[in-house]
């Protein structure tokens, strides 16, 4: 038996980005495709196998310690984006601001999908999903110089919306207007969930 699962959901690519190595902020830039290869996306400044520990590995690594690189690809779903941007009183949110890689039109709450759920479209490419991308302060920054006295809204109204991060499984092309279908893990949730929060 299959260890993932396809599922009935799948979603449209309506937007991917890229944020240049030699970028010194957050801010993506557009593009029409990627090409998605083992370490990432060639150029990309969250790309590579490994990265250095930062402040969310913390209760694991000391910072600075080389660690897989689980966070190549930042994937939020359009649905998501509107409704940050509602909570935040603005018309819409760029995706740009936020250094995503990849905006999704069509799986329901995309944050919560379970960790280790795959996306795969229509050439094969696969990205495996690592979890949920808790919102931080620096996309704050991008949409404070574009809409001034927004920014620091924007880390509150994302909880929960912020999307996932995800690394590449099978390399390939992705493009804007790719189908991705969504493969999630074939088991039951861990039923020692809460009590394993400290």
């Not at 009935?8 to 998605?36: C, E």
């Not at 969310?56 to 910072?63: E, I, L, V, W």
């Amino acid at each position: 038996m299959p260890a993932l699962k396809l599922t009935k959901f799948s979603a449209t690519i309506t937007w991917l980005g890229n944020v240049p190595l030699t970028s010194d902020d957050l801010r993506a830039v557009p593009v029409q495709s990627l090409n998605a290869i083992f370490p990432g996306v060639d150029g990309q400044r969250h790309g590579g196998q490994t990265r250095a520990g930062c402040t969310r590995t913390s209760a694991q690594y000391a910072p600075g310690t080389e660690i897989r690189n689980v966070r190549q690809f930042t994937i939020l779903s359009a649905e998501e984006l509107n409704q940050i941007a509602a909570k935040m009183g603005v018309d819409a949110l760029d995706p740009a601001w936020l250094g995503a890689s990849m905006i999704i039109r069509g799986i329901p709450d995309f944050t919560h999908v379970p960790p280790s759920s795959r996306l795969q479209n229509q050439h094969g490419t696969s990205l495996t999903i690592d979890m949920e991308n808790r919102p931080c302060i620096y996309p704050g920054k991008e949409i404070e110089k574009d809409r001034p006295g927004h920014g620091k809204a924007f880390r509150s109204a994302a909880v929960g919306l912020r999307g996932v991060t995800a690394w590449v499984e099978r390399e390939g092309p992705l493009h804007i207007g790719d189908t991705v279908v969504l493969h999630i893990p074939d088991q039951p949730v861990w039923p020692h969930l809460n009590a394993a929060r400290t």
